[in-house]
């Protein structure tokens, strides 16, 4: 996928469209520079756009110009300062195939555009577009995505799952992007990590209020978000709304900022209150 100017199409109809009307009678000190732009902006169109139906017709229309200004900038100028004098016009034999072919440019041009797969993506709350298609990651703190690349990466795809409008997938990247930093959180107040079996939200927070040094507050806010939307996610028939995902956006922000405030908070302090594997059993 790549970002496209819309400007460009402005810019190649002001430069092609010049080329459907009369110019038999013109000479070359008066068209050679708008020729010569009107060849480049043909050649950057396809340099950055996928066009198909319209490029043997922009070819013939590329070499029609050819014909009368080289391509080149500094063999145009030379061209320019060789004319002879008086100066003579371009003729019919010249200028004709290159009506044609911009008549013909601009017919089978504008078909293709008419069907081609262009889509306005809606903006999604107060982000910016380009924002949430290439980081929304930006959303966490800068420390948070340096530290923490697993969740970063996930909240980048959660970025265009909402901006394409699938708002479960929305979900589902923003739960593993939280977990990543859940299970941050319990390492470092356990000094363990659980069996990769055990995993799941229900095993992080039952054993951690086992130790004194995790914060209730994260707990707390860890199982609401648990039941509200990590479990309800898991389930075929359960989706979630625009709102939902803006919803979650936000929320996980908050927890994901309050976990990792609390992990710097015991490595400053240096606490752990370590369980033994064998404390560990499979919940559901």
């Not at 038999?24 to 009107?38: D, G, M, R």
């Not at 078909?111 to 081609?116: I, K, P, Y």
Request: aromatic share 12%; hydrophobic share 40%; charged share 20%.
């Amino acid at each position: 996928m790549q970002r496209v100017n819309e400007f460009q199409f402005y810019e190649l109809a002001i430069a092609i469209h010049p080329l459907t009307e009369d110019s038999q009678h013109s000479k070359y000190s008066e068209i050679w520079l708008n020729w010569h732009s009107a060849g480049e902006s043909l050649g950057r169109i396809f340099r950055e756009r996928a066009l198909e139906f319209c490029y043997d017709t922009a070819n013939n229309l590329y070499a029609a110009i050819g014909a009368v200004v080289p391509s080149d900038f500094a063999a145009a100028v030379k061209k320019y300062g060789e004319l002879p004098q008086p100066e003579p016009e371009i003729g019919w034999s010249l200028a004709y195939p290159i009506r044609q072919a911009a008549e013909k440019f601009e017919t089978i041009l504008a078909a293709e555009l008419s069907n081609s797969d262009t889509y306005w993506v809606s903006p999604k709350g107060t982000h910016k577009t380009s924002m949430l298609m290439r980081s929304a990651s930006s959303i966490l703190p800068a420390s948070i995505t340096k530290d923490y690349p697993e969740a970063s990466a996930d909240f980048d795809e959660a970025g265009r799952c909402w901006l394409f409008d699938t708002y479960t997938a929305v979900g589902f990247h923003l739960m593993r992007a939280t977990e990543s930093v859940i299970r941050e959180y319990y390492k470092k107040i356990t000094g363990q990590d659980l069996e990769k079996k055990y995993r799941n939200w229900g095993a992080y927070i039952r054993y951690l209020r086992k130790c004194s040094n995790a914060s209730p507050k994260v707990l707390g806010f860890i199982e609401q978000i648990k039941d509200n939307y990590r479990n309800p996610i898991l389930h075929p028939e359960q989706t979630l709304s625009a709102d939902d995902a803006q919803i979650l956006f936000g929320v996980c922000v908050a927890l994901i900022s309050m976990i990792v405030t609390e992990i710097n908070a015991q490595t400053e302090k240096g606490q752990l209150l370590p369980l033994t594997q064998g404390d560990i059993s499979p919940t559901t």
